[in-house]
């Protein structure tokens, strides 16, 4: 079992829709969560970071927490084509805060 | 603030042969860290440097080394390059104690023929 898995899609939604990308992860000492965005021949950007259980809302992103089920997903309100992009998930390495797994990504396309 | 820098932004290296990559790091950042991101894949980690000590590497051979200078700029050095080694290499800066994730510098994309 890989460290930190995502749904590799592709993921289509048409525009002004809710995206919903999902994420889990094996170790359950993981603390914080952390969603990125690549598009296409770029390096990843950070959109948001989650530590907590439940949500946490950043404009339209919102990322959930459920460290019982080991699982992190991040919502994407109000979808626009410029969300088009990969999304990657990932989580610290044991012991550490910031060297990170990352799942393999989402692609997503936005449909105007 | 200048933002992570890397350089070169494409290189095409011969199986066997040797590859530095080098990156500039946020200003204020006293970690680099790298990653290796294949086509379709996620990155995965290579190793850290803080304070100019690895501070933590992943599952990676030997071959992959590196350095980070005084003034917390870094090299990533491989060595008899496979052609497995082709990918994107990223550079990653930030606070040592910060984990509220990176600002990855654009990238050096390698390809090994």
């Not at chain 2, 070169?8 to 590859?19: D, E």
Request: contains cysteine; proline residues 5%; aromatic residues 12%.
């Amino acid at each position: 079992q890989k460290e930190v898995e995502q749904n590799s899609g592709p993921l289509s939604v048409p525009e002004g829709a809710i995206a919903s990308l999902n994420c889990t992860y094996s170790d359950r000492g993981s603390q914080s969560f952390f969603w990125y965005r690549q598009y296409s021949g770029k390096s990843p950007e950070l959109i948001m970071f989650i530590y907590s259980n439940g949500d946490k809302e950043d404009g339209r992103f919102t990322a959930q927490l459920n460290k019982a089920s080991q699982y992190v997903s991040l919502l994407i309100r109000d979808s626009q084509p410029s969300d088009s992009a990969t999304y990657l998930c990932a989580a610290p390495r044991p012991n550490t805060g910031n060297q990170f797994y990352f799942g393999t990504g989402t692609s997503l396309t936005v449909i105007p | 603030e200048t933002g992570v820098t890397q350089s070169p932004t494409h290189l095409i290296k011969t199986r066997g042969q040797q590859v530095t990559l080098r990156c500039s790091s946020q200003s204020g950042h006293n970690t680099v860290s790298w990653y290796q991101q294949a086509l379709g894949q996620g990155p995965q980690f290579i190793f850290q440097y803080y304070r100019e000590e690895e501070n933590g590497r992943g599952n990676f051979p030997p071959r992959f080394s590196g350095l980070q200078f005084p003034n917390y700029s870094s090299e990533l050095n491989v060595n008899a390059l496979e052609l497995d080694d082709s990918a994107l290499y990223l550079c990653a800066s930030s606070y040592r104690q910060g984990d509220y994730g990176y600002t990855f510098g654009s990238g050096t994309r390698l390809t090994v023929v």
